[in-house]
């Protein structure tokens, strides 16, 4: 089964700074990457998504990179402010699958 | 924030007890999970269901069954609470995109459960 590796697990950035996590999977035959960000005590929320037809998608200061030869994705967050500090996940769906598959998060601390 | 409800918000119980959780969403999608979030935050899909089907049914202990009585609700019963149950529990749901797969899953607002 698909397995997705999610790095680091903490990273803190001084605002205004750029913050970048990456993820890793293990099944070339997955097609569809989202990331999901958990405020303290709320529920995840979709921020962006990737297809595999597509190498980067950008929302504001947003943006994710997909390279299907490595098998590896990233998030990239510019301007980094404080509401931007949460733990961050990303996911990948199987071709074909019903489930996503999380990778372990990151708890991203924005310093003001 | 409404598109996808869980009841109760918070629930503490004695060991061995049994309790239900209950989902709603009003999105008309097809499908919705249940999922465990660890205190190390880890999310771990427990089952999922397609239109009243169950479709993923993970590594779970039987003591936890759920039911879907239609497409918008999916209800987590949990039999013989154990200290181990302890967790965030959120509900899902997702469409189906045109190729029959699950799309983007919009989370609940959570369930957690402490049992004591």
């Known amino acids: 089964g698909e397995n997705v590796e999610q790095h680091p697990s903490t990273l803190s950035v001084q605002e205004g700074d750029s913050a970048v996590i990456k993820c890793t999977y293990s099944?070339?035959?997955?097609?569809?990457f989202p990331w999901y960000k958990q405020e303290l005590g709320k529920r995840p929320q979709l921020i962006i998504d990737i297809r595999s037809n597509v190498g980067e998608k950008k929302d504001q200061r947003i943006a994710v990179t997909l390279n299907k030869t490595a098998k590896h994705f990233s998030l990239h967050i510019t301007e980094t402010q404080p509401e931007d500090s949460a733990v961050y996940f990303c996911a990948a769906r199987l071709q074909g699958a019903q489930k996503l598959v999380f990778g372990q998060g990151t708890r991203l601390t924005i310093n003001p | 924030d409404t598109a996808v409800s869980q009841t109760p918000k918070y629930l503490v119980t004695q060991m061995g007890n049994d309790k239900s959780i209950k989902c709603e969403q009003n999105l008309g999608h097809d499908t919705m999970y249940w999922y465990k979030q660890d205190s190390k935050k880890f999310l771990k899909i427990m089952f999922s269901?397609?239109?009243?089907?169950?479709?993923i049914n993970e590594t779970v202990p039987n003591r936890f069954s759920p039911k879907s009585p239609d497409k918008a609700h999916l209800n987590l019963h949990i039999n013989s609470l154990e200290l181990g149950d302890s967790a965030v529990y959120f509900c899902?749901?997702?469409?189906?995109?045109?190729?029959?797969?699950?799309?983007?899953?919009?989370f609940g607002p959570g369930t957690r459960l402490t049992v004591l």
């Open positions: 099944d070339s035959a997955s097609n569809y």
């Open positions: 269901y397609n239109n009243k089907e169950l479709i």
């Open positions: 899902a749901s997702s469409p189906l995109s045109g190729q029959g797969v699950t799309d983007t899953q919009y």
